[in-house]
Nanobody, 125 residues
Framework: HVKLTESGGATVQSGGSLNLSCATS????????MTWFRQAPGKEREGVAW???????TYADSVKGRFTISQDNTKTTVYLQMNSLKPEDTAMYYC???????????????????WGQGTQVTVSS
């Protein structure tokens, strides 16, 4: 059984920074795709960033140059460093896990079978 737990969400002012964490537990040996999603009220859940087992990463255009996804040496915790935050970054942020991703599926919520409970990020103007 795999469990994902997000933390690090908070309320910050525009231009500020936050570092989100996603801690995993359970048998992670065969999972090679960790993705951060976000969902704002009234909007669809969208992929923010993806990291593979080799540390390669992909970002949504809206966060490129501002957000950085990384993982620890044990590959059981994934981070999302968010800089230059904007009010439009306000959302519930979720981490998601699957066995496999590629450029076509990494941002599709329906591809993922494992989700955390989310952590709220609010950016005030």
């Amino acid at each position: 059984h795999v469990k994902l737990t997000e933390s690090g969400g908070a309320t910050v002012q525009s231009g500020g920074s936050l570092n989100l964490s996603c801690a995993t537990s359970g048998d992670m040996e065969h999972f090679y795709c960790m993705t951060w999603f976000r969902q704002a009220p009234g909007k669809e859940r969208e992929g923010v960033a993806w990291i593979d087992s080799d540390g390669g990463s992909t970002y949504a255009d809206s966060v490129k140059g501002r957000f950085t996804i990384s993982q620890d040496n044990t590959k059981t915790t994934v981070y999302l460093q968010m800089n230059s935050l904007k009010p439009e970054d306000t959302a519930m942020y979720y981490c998601a896990l699957e066995l496999y991703c590629d450029d076509d599926v990494w941002s599709r919520p329906g591809h993922f079978g494992y989700w955390g409970q989310g952590t709220q990020v609010t950016v005030s103007s």
